[in-house]
Every structure is written in structure tokens, then in C-alpha cells.
């Protein structure tokens, strides 16, 4: 009889470690309740047109103390006298893209096969400068027909737009304060900023408001990114 009491007691003790297991186990497995982390914010500073010497030099410096990597979309005709500019942009981590190797519309967008031309010329002089292909592209002057882009995709680019701009090209003697107040006002709103820019020659405000720009977008939570 003893025994048995033994045995039933021994019994119930083993159901209550169980016991306790188990909603241990029911508690840990119950969702806590949390609100999902927004999407990160980011902005991608680009630059049309160059490189320049004085221009991109300066914006190259800007970036450099700033810590930030942005895009650089190169006329090759361009560049073809500032190679130590085109290897400083690459050296310093930044993505070199296709821009166009003349910049003038008529002949690149002549036909098709002019575009894809004037493309990969743009291309194949990156690379041979720098020792690595491009394989991003933003189309000059504008944002391309549906074909187009098709056709340079097909290419193995990415093809780049925009969706907010500093205003260096739309506002004729823009101030370094006018491009710092546009480039907040076309971004806003917008959790992924693609921002518009220059670095040809005539664009020295552009290199004046980046600071502040890039002050701006800091404040606001943005991290930078490059394409």
C-alpha cells in the first residue's frame, strides 16, 4: 500500500513538471506584440554630365569628408582629358554609370541602334580607365521610351531615373540656397529619394549647396546609398 501511495506521488509530481513544460513552452511561443520597423529611409545622390575638373573635384572632396557615396553618370567625350577624375571616382567607392559619350541628342537618339551605340562606347571607356564596366545608365535628357529602356536592359543595364531634383538644370544662375531649398521640397514625402544633380563645368553651386544638402537629408533620418 505504501508503495502504491509512493508510486502515485512520484506519478503526480512527473504531471507537474510536464505540466509546467508545456505552458512554459505555450507562453514563449505567444507573439508579443510590436509595431513593424518602418522601411529604411534612403536617398541616392547622382550626378549628370561629367566629370568637370573644378566641379567634380570639389563634390568628390564634399562626399569624401562627409563619408557619403553617390552616382556619377559620365559623358565619356568628356572625360576623355580627366581621366585622374574618373579614376578618383572609382577609387573612392562611388558607382560610375553610363551617361552618353557626346551628349547630343540628335546622334543618340538618331535610331536605335545609334542609341545602343552611343551607350556602349560610353561603356567601353569607363572600363578601360577604370578596369571595371558599368552597368548602370541614365538617358540623357530625359527618362527614354518603354522601348528604350527595354533595349538597354536587354544590354545588361540598369536603366536610372529620378524622382526629386536640386533644380542646377531647371533654375537659370540658381543660388547654392535656392538648390539646398528645391532639393528639400521635390524630396519630400518620399522614403526613397533618387536626386537629381549636376557636376559638368557650369555647376558650381551645385558643389557649394552639397553640404547642406547633404546636412539636410541627415536631419530628415536618411541614410545614402549608391546605385
Known sequence: MQKKKLLIALLFAVFLVLLSHVGTRMTAVQPAFSFAAEEEKQVFLTFDDGPSTVVTNRILDVLSREKVQATFFIVSDRAE?????????????????????THE???????????????????????????????VYRFPGGQGTRAQRELLEREGFRVVSWN???????????????????????????????????DSAPHRATAEALPRIIAHFRAQGYCFCAF
Not at 92 to 98: F, S
Not at 111 to 134: E, H, Q
Not at 183 to 190: C, L, P, R, T
Open 164 to 198: 526629386a531634383s536640386c533644380g542646377d538644370e531647371e533654375i537659370a544662375g540658381a543660388s547654392a540656397d535656392m538648390l539646398v531649398r528645391k532639393s528639400a521640397e521635390s524630396a519630400a514625402n518620399k522614403r526613397r529619394v533618387v536626386l537629381l544633380c549636376h
Open 105 to 135: 541628342y540628335a546622334k543618340i537618339y538618331a535610331s536605335n541602334a545609334s542609341l545602343l551605340a552611343d551607350a556602349r562606347a560610353c561603356a567601353a571607356f569607363i572600363a578601360s580607365v577604370t578596369g571595371k564596366m558599368p552597368d
Open 81 to 101: 582629358t580627366r581621366k585622374e577624375t574618373l579614376l578618383r571616382i572609382a577609387r573612392e567607392g562611388h558607382t560610375l554609370g553610363v551617361h552618353s559619350k
